[in-house]
């Protein structure tokens, strides 16, 4: 089980706007900051958010990230087809002192 | 550009030691700016945070993997390590190396990541 919950699959048509959200408790999202990555089939996790909603060079601002108490969300807006993937969340946690993630997000272009 | 491999026997038998080693290119492992880390994602599953290093050899480790983890740093070849003792079936998963870098307000996030290297234990 993992630290962060996020629902383990969405959809949305291209065009669309669709959110994945990440709950997490007051010792991670609550007190750190929240990153999500994307990871496409077989490669590697690719920052897409950092911050809560700081975009690294080079990701569009379609995606934007933000942050609600114990809570985080990342939303993807003007779906394309090329937004296929798995997305997570991460956070630090003061308690563990360490990384945490979410399960993952399986979002799927129809 | 900064990179990062992970290199590694592909095959462990269980109880033995899994040993992998990630090479930093085109940047400094000694930049007192970054720490380096290990995750793993099992198939199928989300991504897991092993441990991480400062180039002067500082860690954190996952405290669920703590007594079987050691990640260490060579400076002079511009590599990290992790040691993942008596493993497990449970221990099969895609093995990343990672950088992290901090913001201007001294939060943390991984970066750069390396391919990853796929890991089996099996008899």
């Known amino acids: 089980q993992s630290v962060l919950t996020q629902p383990p699959s969405a959809s949305g048509t291209p065009g669309q706007r669709v959110t994945i959200s990440c709950s997490g408790s007051?010792?991670?999202?609550?007190?750190?900051?929240v990153i999500w990555y994307q990871q496409l089939p077989g490669t590697a996790p690719k920052l897409l958010i950092y911050s809560n909603n700081q975009r690294p060079s080079g990701v569009p601002d379609r995606f934007s990230g933000s942050t609600s108490g114990t809570s985080a969300s990342l939303a993807i807006s003007g779906l394309q087809s090329e937004d296929e993937a798995d997305y997570s969340c991460a956070a630090w946690d003061d308690s563990l002192n360490g990384w945490v993630f979410g399960g993952g997000t399986k979002l799927t272009v129809l | 550009q900064l990179q990062l491999q992970e290199s590694g026997p592909g095959l462990v038998k269980p109880s033995e030691t899994l040993s992998l080693t990630c090479t930093v290119s085109a940047g400094s492992i000694s930049s007192s700016t970054y720490y380096w880390g290990w995750i793993r994602q099992p198939p199928g599953k989300g991504l897991e945070w092993i441990g991480s290093?400062?180039?002067?050899?500082?860690?954190y480790y996952n405290p669920s993997l703590k007594s079987r983890v050691t990640i260490s740093v060579d400076t002079s070849k511009n590599q990290f390590s992790l040691k993942l003792s008596s493993v497990t079936a449970a221990d099969t998963a895609v093995y990343y190396c990672a950088r992290t870098s901090v913001d201007p307000d001294y939060y943390y996030y991984m970066d750069v990541w390396g391919k990853g290297t796929t890991v089996t234990v099996s008899s």
């Open positions: 007051s010792s991670n999202i609550g007190s750190n900051t």
């Open positions: 290093i400062y180039y002067s050899g500082s860690t």
